[in-house]
Each structure stands twice: as structure tokens, then as C-alpha cells.
């Protein structure tokens, strides 16, 4: 039997090289931390259940025969039944259909806030942290001047704002407070980043401030807006159902989570299911967000609470 590697020419032999091998695919760092991620319970649940309730919330409405603004004139304050399915109001408005579209309203206000609020705190804060000198200090300053200020008091007195606009304002004011300890997090690790030897020869070759930040630094803090962007979903739909629980929120006509929990407040013991479904569903919401958020957290970080699944 002659060997693969060798051609034999008369009486010399001649050795051939070994084909070569197709190398392995090397994971990208990507694909293992998703990997990491699904393998967790606490992912597959939160993310299970949040995505289901995505779904459900612009679904639902699709496939149910009552509105939020219908009035059944038959069923004033009535029990959940079969042809209400979770009881009406004291005008005979279906709960069920309110609850989805004010579900509707708080996910999208989290699913706006939560990134932006990132993706403002990465730009600062890597920007302060490249830049140092005089910019860092300015940008610190602005930082510490917000954190020091009540949001919550603030957004307060600018409510009559909110009641001249869209709830699109609650969402801009939402963002613009919920960005500042990410931002001081950013800084610090942009501040080790720009010492190493890439960023410097980047630097060296003349390339621009805001293409290292945006080629070098960004990537390399990614994780965190990751992070702080998942588990910021689950914050920003809480400060809205509390504004708006409030009156300083979204305002009628439009619906939320929190303006149905400040509907059923008052109702809580006489007419449980005006408070109950959207209480619970604001609770389930907010929990799936924050497992899911807890699970990536771990999957990247995986000092931050390794083996707790």
C-alpha cells in the first residue's frame, strides 16, 4: 500500500505535502456569550416570558372583539367573564382590552428609554474619559450637577409640559435622566482603554478622536451598554407607571400601565380586577426584563454571580 504523502518516480521518492486541514471555526465572542445566556433558566424564563409579552401586548388587541374605548352599556363594573375577560370598568369599558393597550405604551416607552439612555451614557462617558484635561472635568461636572438633581421632582414640575405634548416628551425626559452612573462607569474604563498600545498607535497615525472612540473604545465597553440597555427596560417602564400613576405621566386619551393602576387604585378592594390584572402584569414584566438583564450580566461578566442557576 502506498502512502498518500509520497510519489514514488522510478527509484526516488518524492514527499508530498499533507493536504491542508480546513482550521475550526473559532466562536466569536458573540456567539459564546449567547450560548452562555440560553443555557441559563433565569434567561429562557425572563426572555420567554418577555417576549410573549411583547408578543401578547400588539397581538392581543388584533384578536379580541373589544377596544379600549368601546363602551358595553349592558356591563357597567363587571366581574371578568367570558365575554369580558377581565371584567369592565364603571363605565363599561373592557379592562382587558385597556390593559394591553397601556401594556403597549409602557414597553414601548422601556424599549426606547432603556437603549437610549445606554447609548447617551456610552458617547458621554467615552468621550470624557478619551478626552480628559478640561472636557473630562466639564463632562463630570455636568454628571454630578444631575445626579445631585431629583429627576423625579423635576420631571414634576415640567408635567404641564407633558400634558401640551405627546408622551414621546416623557420618553425624551426619561432618557436624558437615567444615563449618569453608566456614563461615570464608561469613563473609567475608557480612561484604561486609551493606554493601550492600539489606541496609541491610532493616535500616532493621525486617526480622528471620534473614530478611535467609535472604532476602539465603544466595542470594547459594548458589554456594559449591553447590560445597563437590558436591565434599563425594566427601570424605565417602572418611572413611567410612577409618573403616570401620578398624573405626571402619559396623559389621557392615551393609556398605560400606570394610569390604569391610578384608575384602580381606588377600586382596589371593592373591584379587585381593575387593580390586580395590571398590577400583575406590570410585576411580570418587570421581572422578566431583570432576569433576562441578570442572566446576560452573568454571561459576560461571569465574576459578577457566577453558578447561581
Known amino acids: 500500500m502506498t502512502d498518500p504523502t509520497t510519489t514514488t518516480v522510478g527509484d526516488t521518492v518524492i514527499l508530498r505535502d499533507e ?15 449567547f450560548r452562555k445566556v440560553i443555557a441559563t433558566n433565569r434567561a429562557r424564563i425572563g426572555g420567554g416570558v418577555l417576549l410573549f409579552i411583547i408578543l401578547w401586548a400588539f397581538i392581543g388587541p388584533l384578536l379580541y372583539p373589544w377596544s379600549f374605548t368601546d363602551q358595553d352599556g ?7 367573564s367570558l365575554d369580558h375577560w377581565f371584567g369592565t370598568n ?33 458617547l ?11 472636557w473630562d472635568k466639564a463632562i463630570i461636572w455636568v ?40 456614563a461615570r462607569v464608561i469613563r ?27 472604532r476602539h473604545i465603544l466595542p470594547n465597553v459594548a458589554s456594559l451598554l449591553i447590560i445597563d440597555a437590558t436591565l434599563g427596560i425594566g427601570a424605565a417602564i417602572l418611572s413611567e407607571t410612577t409618573l403616570s400613576f401620578f398624573g405626571f405621566g402619559v396623559q389621557a386619551p392615551d393609556v398605560s400601565l400606570g394610569t390604569l393602576l391610578a384608575l384602580g387604585s381606588t377600586a382596589a378592594v371593592t373591584r379587585p380586577w381593575l387593580f390586580v390584572f395590571p398590577a400583575g402584569i406590570l410585576i411580570i414584566t418587570v421581572l422578566a426584563s431583570s ?10 461578566d461571569p465574576t459578577s454571580g457566577a453558578n447561581r442557576d
Open 124 to 134: 458621554v462617558g467615552a468621550v470624557a474619559g478619551y478626552l480628559g484635561g478640561v
Open 90 to 122: 364603571n363605565i363599561g369599558q373592557d379592562v382587558y382590552a385597556q390593559t394591553l393597550v397601556g401594556l403597549q405604551k409602557s414597553l414601548v416607552i422601556g424599549l426606547i428609554v432603556g437603549p437610549a439612555a445606554a447609548l447617551i451614557a456610552g
Open 19 to 33: 493536504p491542508p486541514t480546513q482550521p475550526a471555526r473559532s466562536r466569536s465572542r458573540g456567539s459564546m456569550i
Open 74 to 80: 349592558l356591563a357597567f363594573s363587571q366581574p371578568p
Open 188 to 214: 473609567g474604563q475608557t480612561m484604561s482603554l486609551r493606554e493601550r498600545e492600539y489606541v496609541k498607535a491610532a493616535r500616532f497615525m493621525g486617526v480622528p478622536g471620534f473614530t478611535i472612540v467609535r
Open 143 to 182: 454628571i454630578d450637577l444631575l445626579l445631585v438633581i431629583p429627576s423625579f421632582y423635576l420631571i414634576v414640575l415640567l408635567s404641564p409640559v407633558f400634558r401640551s405634548l405627546s408622551w414621546l416628551a416623557l420618553v425624551v425626559f426619561l432618557a436624558l435622566f437615567g444615563w449618569m452612573v453608566l
Open 291 to 300: 432576569l433576562l438583564g441578570d442572566a446576560l450580566r452573568d454571561a459576560i
